[in-house]
């Protein structure tokens, strides 16, 4: 379990990036981190592993304070996926990879031959093991970043954004794949997105944060739909229009679902 306690960041030049955060991620399972730009996830999430300590509270994994634990420790079991895959340019698919094993002292061969497995665990056939990053498309990209978070075999897995720099299509495939991966491997994941659509499909928690780094809900996608805390997360999840307004309208004695905007979503089962 991964806990803040009254967790506040504040930059040296003043910035408040996250203001008196409590959240209990639960292990297992997927918890999404949702806001536009600037509302203090990617701060949040880098405060799981260190790469930023909180001016105030507590970040606890398993009841354990993280800033009593050595950072390089403390990554050895967190995994991180950054945006734009934060591959190294010069270095092939395998030693990307392979690279945090290899620092940590793994042997060569045993380094390079899970390093193959996790290329099949991700989806990526085993020949692009030898092609340097910029020779593969972006959702490919993509999967060795996944593939490379995985490599350390972590409890947790960090993802900021990680698919945000992909075309739509791509995208929706990688979100499937990481459920089917999820599915598998039972990690505690906590995801970072601006995208609504993206955190109600893979997180099992949601947090909805605003501006200045306050949280206005956390909860299941069911309950915050259910009943949106505020007037901001009613607006910022689109409750109340589009394809999230639903209501049922009968036609030739069936019931029909129809959005928002008009348009049919499908018929009432029962
Ligand atoms: N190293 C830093 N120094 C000063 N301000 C920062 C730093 N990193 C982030 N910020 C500021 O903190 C706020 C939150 O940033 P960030 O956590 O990156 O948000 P998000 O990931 O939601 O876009 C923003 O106002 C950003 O400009
Ligand atoms: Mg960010």
Same mark, same amino acid.
């Given at each position: ?9 504040? %930059? ?48 606890? @994994?398993? #009841? ?15 995994? %991180? ?5 934060? *591959? *190294?340019?010069?270095?092939?698919? @395998? ?6 094993? *290899? ?6 061969? $045993?380094? %390079? ?6 290329? /099949?665990?991700? #989806?990526?056939?085993?020949?692009? $093991?030898?092609? %340097? ?13 996944? $593939?490379?978070? =995985?490599?350390?075999?972590?409890? @947790? ?7 945000? &720099?992909? /075309?739509? @299509? ?10 089917? =991966? ?16 993206? !955190?109600? *499909? ?11 780094? +306050? ?13 949106? &805390?505020? &007037?901001?997360? !009613? ?7 589009? +394809?999230? !307004? ?14 928002? /905007? #008009? ?8």
């Amino acid at each position: 379990m991964i806990e803040f306690r009254d967790v506040t960041k504040r %930059y040296p030049d003043g910035t408040v990036a996250v203001a008196g955060v409590d959240i209990v991620i639960e292990p297992h399972s997927t918890t999404v981190l949702v806001g536009s730009s600037g509302s203090g996830k990617t701060t949040l999430l880098r405060m799981i592993n260190r790469m930023v300590d909180p001016t105030h509270g507590q970040v606890l @994994i398993d #009841g354990e304070d993280v800033a009593t634990v050595d950072p390089v420790q403390l990554r050895r079991g967190i995994g %991180y996926v950054m945006q734009n895959s934060g *591959l *190294l340019p010069h270095r092939k698919v @395998i030693d990307n990879v392979a690279t945090v094993p *290899l620092l940590r002292g793994e042997k060569r061969r $045993a380094a %390079y031959d899970r390093a193959l497995e996790l290329l /099949d665990t991700v #989806g990526l056939d085993r020949s692009l $093991a030898d092609k %340097y990053p910029s020779q593969l498309s972006g959702g490919q990209q993509q999967r060795v970043g996944v $593939a490379r978070g =995985l490599a350390v075999d972590p409890n @947790i897995l960090l993802m900021d954004e990680p698919f945000g &720099a992909v /075309d739509p @299509i791509v995208r929706s495939e990688l979100q499937q794949e990481l459920l089917r =991966l999820q599915g598998e491997l039972g990690k505690t994941v906590v995801f970072v997105t601006h995208d609504i659509d993206e !955190a109600f *499909l893979l997180g099992d928690q949601v947090v909805i944060m605003q501006q200045g780094g +306050k949280i206005s809900q956390a909860a299941s996608p069911a309950e915050i739909l259910a009943n949106p &805390a505020d &007037a901001f997360v !009613a607006d910022f999840v689109g409750a109340e229009r589009g +394809k999230r !307004a639903l209501h049922v309208t009968e036609l030739d004695g069936r019931r029909l679902v129809v959005d928002g /905007d #008009g348009r049919p979503a499908g018929v009432l089962a029962s």
